[in-house]
């Protein structure tokens, strides 16, 4: 019995053996894939083997290889040798000779970036390259739908933006976590109209980029623009603006800061700007004057809102007879409040004539002192 047991546990303790060796081949694998993000300021490192090759991807078409030692036919003094066609994002490189180093300059986005070569005995089987500024959490989400950043914290990113010059000495955590540039870039948006980029920030956690932008009006009119007019243009692709604060004018001979911000894609996906992006703005311009003049009825200086008078504007507009009588509501009762008086008088003449004399008489005398009491 004591037998059976110790077989069983030395197959537990053999199972167990195997499966940690699993995992760590597993876990070596996975360190033969390289993943690097574009650098122009340091050279990416490459190691590569003699019994198989390494591949290397590229987020842009490459448009020149050029390197001292690399051949697709090499020769006695070439240390390596490389696959490459001309059109594509990616090619292969094999070392020849052990020890052997190398650097190689590739051309992508009109950008020079450097990769430096070296033979190992644990060679990457794939190295793939990433957009610079983007991380390789964010690359392997990219796939993913995000939800757009609410209007409340693109309006406090910009609000950030316009207070950068004036805090980030005295308040410099407030800025904690942003991406911020001041290229300084001139761009032309209409004729003696220039875009000044002064300053980029990204949040990375909203996944947007404000931009604050001068615009320098050197021509002799105003410039009208329509503020959700502006993109943005990076890497071949064109961002509409989702905020924008912009009056829409800048008057002759002057310039105006305008900030707006920039989030996601089109497609609802993260979007891979950066400060350090290339970028070209444009503006639809607005032709014709933007004010619309309107015009207006004022009430009468002794208008008052009254329950008496509310009525009043409407009834004076209103004719009560035909347009043969030219006579209006108003106008009306007094014509016949004249008439029914001139009809009473006529008739009290008629009736007694011969008393006319002395109702005027007795109208001019003064009528007797009235006794209040009777002892007065």
């Known amino acids: 019995m004591r037998t059976f047991l110790v077989i069983l546990l030395e197959l537990a303790v053999s199972m167990a053996c195997l499966q940690m060796r699993a995992y760590a081949q597993d876990d070596s694998m996975k360190n033969r894939i390289a993943r690097a993000t574009l650098n122009q300021n340091a050279p990416a490192l490459i190691k590569v083997g003699t019994n198989g090759v390494t591949s290397l991807e590229f987020p842009y078409k490459i448009e020149a290889i050029d390197g001292y030692g690399f051949s697709p036919l090499p020769s006695a003094g070439d240390g390596f040798q490389l696959s490459y066609t001309k059109g594509t994002n990616f090619f292969s490189v094999r070392a020849l000779k052990p020890g052997v180093t190398g650097n190689l300059t590739v051309v992508l986005d009109q950008k020079v970036y450097s990769l430096f070569f070296q033979e190992s005995s644990e060679p990457s089987f794939v ?59 001139r761009n032309s948006i209409g004729n003696g109209v220039e875009a000044i980029i002064h300053r980029i920030m990204r949040d990375d956690s909203l996944d947007s980029v404000v931009f604050d932008v001068e615009i320098d009006n050197r021509s002799s009119k105003d410039f009208l623009y329509d503020p959700q007019g502006f993109q ?129 008489v007795a109208k001019n005398q003064k009528p007797p002192p009235r006794k209040l009491f009777g002892w007065l």
């Open 127 to 185: 190295a793939i390259f990433e957009p610079a500024g983007i991380g390789r959490a964010e690359t392997r989400n990219d796939s993913k739908r995000i939800e757009a950043a609410t209007p409340a914290a693109l309006a406090g990113l910009i609000d950030k933006a316009k207070s950068y010059s004036a805090l980030r000495s005295t308040s410099p955590e407030l800025f904690a976590g942003l991406q911020i540039a001041e290229p300084e870039k």
């Open 232 to 360: 943005v243009r990076a890497n071949d692709q064109v961002y509409a603006v989702c905020t924008v604060d912009a009056r829409g004018i800048v008057k002759a001979q002057t310039n105006d800061t305008i900030f707006f911000a920039v989030t996601g894609t089109a497609m609802g996906r993260r979007n891979d700007l950066t400060p350090e992006n290339d970028f070209d703005l444009s503006v639809r311009e607005v032709a014709g004057s933007r004010t619309n003049e309107m015009t207006f009825n004022e009430p009468p200086d002794d208008f008052l809102p009254t329950e008496m008078t509310r009525d009043r504007a409407g009834q004076q507009s209103e004719p009560l007879l035909s347009k043969e009588h030219g006579l209006t509501k108003q106008e009306a009762p007094k014509v016949a409040l004249n008439q029914a008086v001139s009809k009473k008088a006529v008739k009290k003449t008629d009736l007694k004539p011969q008393n006319k004399g002395k109702d005027s």
